[in-house]
């Protein structure tokens, strides 16, 4: 008799709100079991819950993404739970403001630690797991990585390395046979970016925005690097940003009565 079909099983960090819990809705849409991990247990478990009444099998666990012993005790739950991981997704991330003068050695390490440690010991610490599932990584990085704009110094550096440890691993795992990409969004209307644009000058958030990407489409963007096309690619960064990062704004984010967006003014970004 053949083994019964199991699920591929999926982990997604920062999914307690806006792209990670976008990320676990569209993976378990299609078909995944998901681990939501957050910092914040409550987010993490509640997320779970509504994916779980929905129908799909999910595990809720608290993950500070930093800290390599909890990805340890995350490992054992998972192993314990679905017995194995086939995708990894990175999704946790923080964005603070600040120039290379403004930026002080503790949001330095503090952005460096969360956006791209975490990363690099989620990856570390599950290759077993995705060894033997020749399995995949997802990182999620912004079209800024590539397409710098003043008064995001240690963002920007953070996601640029993210991208050079998208690509190392990518090659380092060629042939283990595990993928690695990055997912780079433009502008995503998420509760933390609302909580951002309210302290740099948009207490409006998202009205007046035109063509945002939604936490679902980042989702679908994931779910792509699963599908047999997918396992194909490896060492890339997909875009999903309505062409912010060939063309910078676009010509589509701005607020009717501006002729530019104040997104992209420098003045705003480091306006505290
Ligand atoms: N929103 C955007 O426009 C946008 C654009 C480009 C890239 N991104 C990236 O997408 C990712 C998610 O952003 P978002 O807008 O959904 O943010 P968000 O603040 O709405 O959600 C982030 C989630 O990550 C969790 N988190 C933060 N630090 C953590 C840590 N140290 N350990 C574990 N969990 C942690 C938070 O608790 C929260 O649930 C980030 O990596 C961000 O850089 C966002």
Request: contains cysteine; aromatic residues 6%.
């Amino acid at each position: 008799m053949s083994e019964p079909f199991k699920r591929p099983v999926a982990l997604v960090t920062g999914a307690g709100q806006g792209i990670g819990q976008g990320i676990a809705r569209a993976l378990a849409k299609a078909g995944h079991r998901v681990v939501l991990t957050d910092r914040n247990a409550e987010t993490a478990l509640a997320s779970a819950a509504v994916l779980a009444d929905g129908g799909a099998e999910t595990l809720g666990l608290h993950l500070e993404v930093s800290d390599s012993q909890a990805w340890e005790r995350v490992r054992a739950e998972v192993e314990a739970c679905f017995g194995g991981l086939d995708l990894l997704v990175n999704s946790a991330g923080i964005s603070p403001r600040g120039t290379v003068e403004t930026t002080d050695e503790a949001l330095w390490e503090l952005t460096l630690a969360v956006n791209l440690k975490g990363p690099w010991l989620g990856i570390k610490t599950f290759l077993p797991l995705l060894r033997a599932s020749r399995g995949g990584v997802v990182n999620i990085g912004t079209t800024r990585a590539t397409r710098p704009m003043p008064g995001l110094f240690s963002y920007i550096t953070s996601k640029a390395g993210l991208l050079g440890l998208t690509q190392q691993v990518a090659v380092e795992y060629i042939d283990a046979g595990i993928t690695c990409n990055m997912v780079a969004p433009g502008w995503v209307d998420t509760p933390g970016e609302r909580v951002l644009q309210a302290k740099h000058g948009r207490p409006d958030f998202p009205n007046g925005v035109r063509n945002l990407t939604t936490s679902d489409e980042i989702g679908d963007a994931v779910v792509f690097f699963t599908t047999p096309a997918g396992r194909k690619v490896t060492g890339q960064i997909l875009y999903i940003d309505s062409g912010m990062h060939v063309a910078d704004d676009a010509g589509m984010i701005y607020l009717p009565h501006e002729s530019r967006t104040r997104y992209h003014d420098p003045e705003v970004a480091l306006r505290s």
